[in-house]
Nanobody, 129 residues
Framework: QVQLVESGGGLVQAGGSLRLSCAASGRTFSSYAMGWFRQAPGKEREFVTA????????YYADSVKGRFTISRDNAKNTVYLQMNSLKPEDTAVYYC??????????????????????WGQGTQVTVSS
């Protein structure tokens, strides 16, 4: 089992940057693919980005491609989300999630919420205009 704790959220002006961190408990972090999702008020939780467990392949939603970067440090049991050029529409609660889906299947299903087994509590990101 994995416990996930997000941090790094806050209030930032449009055009600014934030880096979110997600610290995982347990010694098997490297065996999980990791993802970030977000949920804005009144909207469904949506996929943002993911990184595979094996070769570090990364995947991004079109809305964040070129602005956000996901990375992982298996030695620190941590996954990061670097967010640049933030826009007001990026305002949401950001959730970190861990998936046991392995490659190559993960390459097809990284965007599906129900393929993620463990979730953090979320961290609020607010982008002012």
């Amino acid at each position: 089992q994995v416990q996930l704790v997000e941090s790094g959220g806050g209030l930032v002006q449009a055009g600014g940057s934030l880096r979110l961190s997600c610290a995982a408990s347990g010694r098997t972090f490297s065996s999980y693919a990791m993802g970030w999702f977000r949920q804005a008020p009144g909207k469904e939780r949506e996929f943002v980005t993911a990184i595979s467990r094996s070769d570090g392949s990364t995947y991004y939603a079109d809305s964040v491609k070129g602005r956000f970067t996901i990375s992982r440090d298996n030695a620190k049991n941590t996954v990061y989300l670097q967010m640049n050029s933030l826009k007001p529409e990026d305002t949401a609660v950001y959730y970190c999630a861990a998936s046991q889906v392995v490659d190559p299947k993960f390459a097809s299903y990284y965007w599906r919420r129900y393929d993620y087994d463990y979730w953090g509590q979320g961290t609020q990101v607010t982008v002012s205009s």
